[in-house]
C-alpha cells in the first residue's frame, strides 16, 4: 500500500493518469469498478486513492504520506475506510448492511468516507441487490471501489453506475523490473515474468525450486538437441517425461523451450535486450549465426504445434519424441 501514483503508473498509465485528473480537478466519480486480472494493481490502486482522498497536507494528487490520515490508512485503521472482503467463498447480505450501517453514522474524523469492497464479483444475489440500492442514492464526499477479474458476474446495473475502469495485464519487462528488484537473479526473472503476466504468481515462481530445475533440464534438452543429438531421444524417456509427469507441466515444459528458440529468432533481427534466457546469450548468439531465420521459426511452429496437441488426446511421450526429430532437422 506505499506504492506512489507516479510507481503505479509504469503498471497501468491509462488509469492512473485519469484518476489523477480528477483528483486534481475535484471530479472524482462516487463510484469505481476496476476490473482487470488478478495482480494488476486494482488493490493497491484504490488504496492509493484512498490515501489521496483522505490526506490532509497534499498539494498534488500524490498523498504526503506523513499525516495522520495516511499513516492510518497504511496501518489498516482508519475509521472512514471500510474494506469489505468475501467471508468464506461469497460477500453476503449482511456485510453490505453492516456498511449501510456505518455510512449512516457521520465520519469520525471528517464528512468524508470511503468503502471498498474487493472480489465484488463474489457478492450473493441479495448482497448484489442492497449494494445497488446503496449505490443509487450517495452521499456527499463518498467514493465506493469495487474490484473484480470476473467483470461479467457484476450486474450491470451495478455496472452502470460505477465509472468502469479496465486495468491491463502487466507487461512482461515490468514483472522482470519488481523481481530484480526484490533481488531475483536476473535469468530467473527473465523467465517467470514470461510465465504469467501476475507479479505475485511470478515472485513466487522464481524462486520454486522445481521451475529452476524445469528451467535447466529445458537447457539440458536444447543442448542435446544441437550438441548430441544422438542422445535427445534417451533424454526424453529418462528425464523429461519422468519430470514433467502431467499435461499441465509438460505445457510449462514447451514454453520455457519455446522461450529459447524465440530467443535466437531476438539474436537474428537484432533485439539481444529482449532475450530470456541471458546466461546463454554467447552459446545462442553462435547457434544463431549458423541456423538460418526460416529453420528457426519452423521449430518455433513445431513447439506450438506440439503444445497445441498436447491437450488432445495424443500420446505425451509420443508428442515430445516427434518433436525431438522435428528440431533436429537442418
Known sequence: MNRTWK?????????LKL?????RKKRLAHAYLFEGKKGTGKKETAFLLAKSFFCTDRETAEPCGDCSSCRRIESGNHPDLHVIEPEG????KHQIQSLQ???SKKGLESSKKFYMISHADKMTANAANSLLKF???PGADTIAVLTTSQVHSILDTIQSRCQVLPFSPLPSYIIRQELEKEGVIGYMAAAAAQMTNNLGDASELSRNDWFAEARALVIKLYEALTVRKEQAIVFIHTQWMPFFSDKDLQAQGLDLLLFLYKDLLSIQVGMEDAIIYIDMKESLKQEALQTGQQR??????SILETKRRLHSNANP???MEQLVLALQEG
Open 101 to 103: 450501517e456505518e455510512f
Open 89 to 92: 467463498l461469497s460477500i453476503k
Open 317 to 319: 511421450q509420443l508428442l
Open 19 to 23: 484518476l489523477e485528473n480528477s483528483i
Open 7 to 15: 510507481e503505479l503508473e509504469a503498471y497501468q498509465p491509462r488509469v
Open 296 to 301: 528457426i521459426t519452423e521449430k518455433v511452429l
Open 135 to 137: 449505490l443509487e442514492e
